[in-house]
């Protein structure tokens, strides 16, 4: 069974007031179709307006379709109880590009990290640091960068503690939202081989946001080129030899 199974899906925005519905009307995204197996990476590729975000915060719950169905692990997302979409939280984590906006600039790493942590379980001081530790050493950074704040590390520094964040729950799913496009190509390089890591070794599943053809071509196994809200073809990554 697919993990995430997305049926035609359609959303389009409108606003109050004539002239801003002028703006909106027809934007949106219509009639999509996906599934997305566990394990798996389906990377989403398109230009700027295509849909891409919208499809994705769809996914994460945080823009109710105006039709079409969203189910994960066979439960209905949008028609679903509390409980059950208090764990859909849990399930489904989001990494953003822009990682120093997404933190609170007074907060330590420790607590960045440990925010879903204190959200969802309830951790001695003892446990909580030692899985900080852990999630900072999977990604490659050390404990003691624990004690430091946000402006005191790099943007690929910031973009490997947004990812230890976002998998400290042991997610079912990540929605990567242009997840390197804000670093320089080298730190993007790491930053998807970590990603790639996790895939593999956890058996983490990806929708991945990006226009960005090389970095979904090495992170996907199915790819939807999106244009004008709609998914316009689909096809596995291993067919796509010319991007290599
Ligand atoms: N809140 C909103 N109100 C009105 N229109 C919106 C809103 N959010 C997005 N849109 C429009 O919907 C379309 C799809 O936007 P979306 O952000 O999903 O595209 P995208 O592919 O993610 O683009 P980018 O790569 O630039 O982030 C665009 O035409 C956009 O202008």
């Known amino acids: 069974m697919a993990l995430l199974v997305a049926n035609n899906l359609t959303k389009t925005y409108t606003s109050s007031g004539w002239f801003r519905r002028q703006l909106a009307n027809g934007k949106g995204v219509y009639n999509l179709s996906f599934a997305i197996e566990e394990g798996a990476c389906l990377g989403v590729l398109g230009e700027s307006g295509a849909g891409k975000s919208t499809l994705g915060k769809i996914v994460l719950g945080l823009l109710p379709p105006d039709s079409g169905s969203i189910t994960f692990n066979g439960v209905e997302l949008y028609q679903s109880n ?3 979409r208090k764990k859909w939280r849990r399930d489904i984590q989001v990494v953003f590009q822009e990682s120093y906006s997404a933190m609170n600039p007074r907060m330590t790493i420790r607590d960045i990290i440990a925010e879903p942590l204190r959200n969802y379980e309830r951790l001695s001081d003892r446990e909580e640091r030692h899985q900080v530790g852990e999630l900072l050493e999977v990604m490659g950074l ?3 960068d624990m004690l430091k704040r946000p402006k005191q590390m790099s943007g690929g520094q910031l973009q490997r503690v947004n990812i230890a964040r976002a998998i400290a729950l042991h997610p079912k799913l990540i929605v990567s939202d242009e997840p390197v ?3 320089d190509v080298i730190i993007q390089k790491q930053i998807l081989i970590h990603l790639k890591e996790l895939k593999e070794r956890n058996g983490l599943s990806y929708l991945f946001i990006s226009h ?3 970095a979904v071509h090495y992170l996907s196994d199915q ?3 999106m244009e004008n809200g709609s998914i316009v073809k689909t096809c596995f990554a291993s067919n796509l030899l010319y991007l290599v």
Do not use: G, N, P, V
């Open 212 to 214: 960005d053809e090389m």
């Open 223 to 225: 790819i939807a080129f």
């Open 181 to 183: 496009s804000s670093l």
């Open 82 to 84: 509390r409980s059950l």
């Open 142 to 144: 050390s404990t003691e």
